[in-house]
C-alpha cells in the first residue's frame, strides 16, 4: 500500500519545479529538522519513563531512552503503524527483566496520555483549520471535527479520572472468568496512578509539548526549500500527521501521510509539488534522526542479557514487585 500510493504521488509531482528546491536547501534547516525530531524522540522517550517508573523503578532514564530509539527503529518496519515500536518495547523489556503486565500497563497508559493530547490537538488544529479554510465546506468539515474531538477529549478524560467509569469499562470487558483475572492483575497494577494525578498532568502536558514537533517540523522545513508556510497552516495540518501515522495499514504512515498532508495544503491554495518535496524531505530527516536506534539494535545482545546496574540500579523495584507474585526474569 506504501509503495502504490507513494508511486501514485510521485507520479503527479512537477520535477522541474521540485528539483531546485532541493537543490538550494540550507544544510543547517536539515540540521534543526534532524535536531527537533531527536527531541521529540528523547522527550517521548521520557514521558514513558515517567509513567513506567511509579510501578517499576529499575530501568534508568538513559536506559529507557534506548529502548525507545531502538524500539522506534526496529518498530518502523513493522505494517503495524504505532503498535510496531510498542511491541519491540515490550518484548525488550521483557528481556530486561521487568514483569510483562507492568510494562503492558506502562505502554497502554502512556498511549492513552497520547490519545488525549492527540485529540486536544485535534481540536486545536482543525479549529485553526475552520479559520483559515478557503472553502465553506472545509470549514464546516473541520469545525464538525473539532467538536468531535472535544467530545472525544471529554469522555477519555472521565474515563480516567472518574473511578466508576474504569469499573463499567472492566465490567464490559469481563466476558469470561479467565478475561477477569487478566484484567484484575492488569487494573491492579494500573490502580498505581490513581493517586498519581500530578505525574498524569505532567505528563499530558509533556504528551502535548511532543506532538507539536509536526507543528515546528512543517514551519522549519518548509522555510528551508524556500517555500515558508505559515504557522497557522502547520498547526491546521499538524493533525493530520499525527492521527494517518498511527494508523496500522501501512510502513510508519508512509504514503498514507504525505498523500493526506499534500491534499489538506493544495486544498489551503499550496502548490502540489512543493507540498509533497516538503513532505518527502521531513520523512527523510524523520528516518536520519532513528539511526541511533539502529546502533544500539546492532550492539544489543540477542539473548537479551542486558540486565545490570546501569539498567537496574540497586533502589527498590516499585509496585510491580508488589503486584505481580513473581520473579523477574
Given at each position: 500500500?506504501?509503495?502504490?500510493?507513494?508511486?501514485?504521488?510521485?507520479?503527479?509531482?512537477?520535477?522541474?519545479?521540485?528539483?531546485?528546491?532541493?537543490?538550494?536547501?540550507?544544510?543547517?534547516?536539515?540540521?534543526?529538522?534532524?535536531?527537533?525530531?531527536?527531541?521529540?524522540?528523547?522527550?517521548?522517550?521520557?514521558?514513558?519513563?515517567?509513567?513506567?517508573?511509579?510501578?517499576?523503578?529499575?530501568?534508568?532514564?538513559?536506559?529507557?531512552?534506548?529502548?525507545?530509539?531502538?524500539?522506534?527503529?526496529?518498530?518502523?518496519?513493522?505494517?503495524?503503524?504505532?503498535?510496531?515500536?510498542?511491541?519491540?518495547?515490550?518484548?525488550?523489556?521483557?528481556?530486561?527483566?521487568?514483569?510483562?503486565?507492568?510494562?503492558?500497563?506502562?505502554?497502554?497508559?502512556?498511549?492513552?496520555?497520547?490519545?488525549?493530547?492527540?485529540?486536544?490537538?485535534?481540536?486545536?488544529?482543525?479549529?485553526?483549520?475552520?479559520?483559515?479554510?478557503?472553502?465553506?465546506?472545509?470549514?464546516?468539515?473541520?469545525?464538525?471535527?473539532?467538536?468531535?474531538?472535544?467530545?472525544?477529549?471529554?469522555?477519555?478524560?472521565?474515563?480516567?479520572?472518574?473511578?466508576?467509569?474504569?469499573?463499567t469499562a472492566?465490567?464490559?470487558?469481563?466476558?469470561?472468568?479467565?478475561?477477569?483475572?487478566?484484567?484484575?492483575?492488569?487494573?491492579?497494577?494500573?490502580?498505581?496512578?490513581?493517586?498519581?494525578?500530578?505525574?498524569?498532568?505532567?505528563?499530558?502536558?509533556?504528551?502535548?509539548?511532543?506532538?507539536?514537533?509536526?507543528?515546528?517540523?512543517?514551519?522549519?522545513?518548509?522555510?528551508a526549500l524556500?517555500?515558508?508556510?505559515?504557522?497557522?497552516?502547520?498547526?491546521?495540518?499538524?493533525?493530520?500527521?499525527?492521527?494517518?501515522?498511527?494508523?496500522?495499514?501501512?510502513?510508519?504512515?508512509?504514503?498514507?501521510?504525505?498523500?493526506?498532508?499534500?491534499?489538506?495544503?493544495?486544498a489551503l491554495?499550496?502548490?502540489?509539488?512543493?507540498?509533497?518535496?516538503?513532505?518527502?524531505?521531513?520523512?527523510?530527516?524523520?528516518?536520519?534522526?532513528?539511526?541511533?536506534?539502529?546502533?544500539?539494535?546492532?550492539?544489543?545482545?540477542?539473548?537479551?542479557?542486558?540486565?545490570?546496574?546501569?539498567?537496574?540500579?540497586?533502589?527498590?523495584?516499585?509496585?510491580?514487585?508488589?503486584?505481580?507474585?513473581?520473579?523477574?526474569?
Open positions: 500500500m506504501s509503495v502504490g500510493v507513494l508511486a501514485l504521488l510521485f507520479s503527479r509531482v512537477d520535477w522541474a519545479r521540485a528539483v531546485p528546491l532541493l537543490l538550494n536547501v540550507h544544510p543547517l534547516a536539515l540540521v534543526a529538522l534532524v535536531a527537533i525530531y531527536s527531541a521529540d524522540r528523547v522527550l517521548m522517550a521520557l514521558k514513558w519513563h515517567q509513567l513506567l517508573h511509579v510501578l517499576d523503578t529499575r530501568l534508568s532514564r538513559p536506559a529507557a531512552v534506548r529502548v525507545y530509539y531502538e524500539s522506534t527503529f526496529v518498530g518502523f518496519a513493522m505494517p503495524l503503524g504505532g503498535l510496531g515500536p510498542d511491541i519491540v518495547r515490550y518484548v525488550r523489556l521483557r528481556r530486561h527483566g521487568i514483569p510483562s503486565h507492568v510494562t503492558l500497563v506502562s505502554i497502554l497508559m502512556e498511549r492513552y496520555m497520547g490519545l488525549l493530547a492527540t485529540l486536544t490537538l485535534v481540536v486545536i488544529g482543525f479549529a485553526t483549520l475552520a479559520a483559515i479554510a478557503p472553502e465553506p465546506a472545509l470549514a464546516r468539515f473541520a469545525r464538525v471535527t473539532a467538536a468531535g474531538a472535544l467530545v472525544g477529549v471529554l469522555v477519555a478524560t472521565a474515563a480516567l479520572l472518574v473511578p466508576a467509569a474504569r469499573r472492566r465490567r464490559l470487558l469481563a466476558k469470561s472468568e479467565r478475561l477477569d483475572e487478566a484484567l484484575r492483575k492488569h487494573t491492579t497494577v494500573a490502580g498505581a496512578y490513581a493517586s498519581r494525578s500530578g505525574v498524569l498532568a505532567v505528563n499530558f502536558a509533556l504528551s502535548l509539548l511532543e506532538q507539536t514537533a509536526p507543528i515546528w517540523t512543517y514551519w522549519v522545513g518548509s522555510r524556500g517555500t515558508p508556510l505559515p504557522l497557522a497552516v502547520c498547526v491546521a495540518v499538524a493533525p493530520v500527521i499525527v492521527v494517518v501515522t498511527r494508523l496500522p495499514i501501512s510502513y510508519g504512515g508512509l504514503g498514507l501521510r504525505e498523500g493526506s498532508a499534500a491534499a489538506l495544503l493544495v491554495g499550496y502548490d502540489y509539488s512543493e507540498s509533497l518535496v516538503l513532505l518527502m524531505l521531513l520523512f527523510v530527516m524523520f528516518f536520519v534522526s532513528l539511526l541511533p536506534g539502529a546502533v544500539i539494535f546492532k550492539r544489543s545482545p540477542p539473548d537479551g542479557k542486558i540486565v545490570s546496574d546501569t539498567f537496574f540500579p540497586a533502589s527498590g523495584s516499585g509496585v510491580g514487585d508488589d503486584v505481580r507474585g513473581e520473579k523477574g526474569v
